[in-house]
């Protein structure tokens, strides 16, 4: 958790670039805010860009040939909802479609540049006495309702700032949804989700789960 005396972190990152075959200029920056109205509610606000530039239209292809693998948006630290282990074939166009058996509802999660933001209201149900609603320090568990949206994309495929649930433009992807992060000993932060992917009309509300600490 963020305390309320250090509310705002940046990180910006341009690494040094590496001499190669090919020269391409890495950016990744990082913006997060947080709002302490109550002693037991914290709301977080976080935007991050990732992306690769300098690269020929060959190289920054998504389709999987090119040179680099193309950034994946649907990882669960970015955008819930999305997962990759969660989409099925009922979600792809069959082969011999107008698509060509594409899967849009996927395609549109990769790219060689990335914009995401999130909303979260914190509540921290099980924790210490001065932090938490129910005094049970051994495992503090917090309970989130959250809000996130991410867009990817690349040269052959520019962003389109529209929302749609169909079609096969580069448009931002949405999810909402509740989910509990629970501390475990310390040194695992273990989050079960109930999300809804907005994008993905073929599927509703569903859980998911996320060994990751919280932002």
Known sequence: RQHADKPAWTRWSVPQPD????NLLQLTADWRRYFAPTKNLTIG???????????SPEESTSDG???????FLGY???????????????ECSPPGSNSGGSCMAFNRLQGQQLAVANLELRIP???????????FQFVPVELVAFADAGLAWDSDNPPVLAFSRSGYERVPVFSTGISARFNV???????AYYAYPWQRPQKSWHWGFNIAPGW
């Open 185 to 191: 000993l310390g040194f695992l932060i273990l989050e």
């Open 19 to 22: 001499k190669g075959s090919h």
């Open 65 to 71: 040939f090119g040179m680099l693998r193309p950034l």
């Open 125 to 135: 149900l099980v924790g210490v006495e001065q932090y938490g609603l129910i005094n």
């Open 45 to 55: 606000v976080r935007t991050i860009h990732y992306g690769r530039y300098g690269l």
């Open 76 to 90: 669960e630290t970015f955008i819930r909802g999305y997962a990759y282990e969660s989409f099925s074939a009922s």
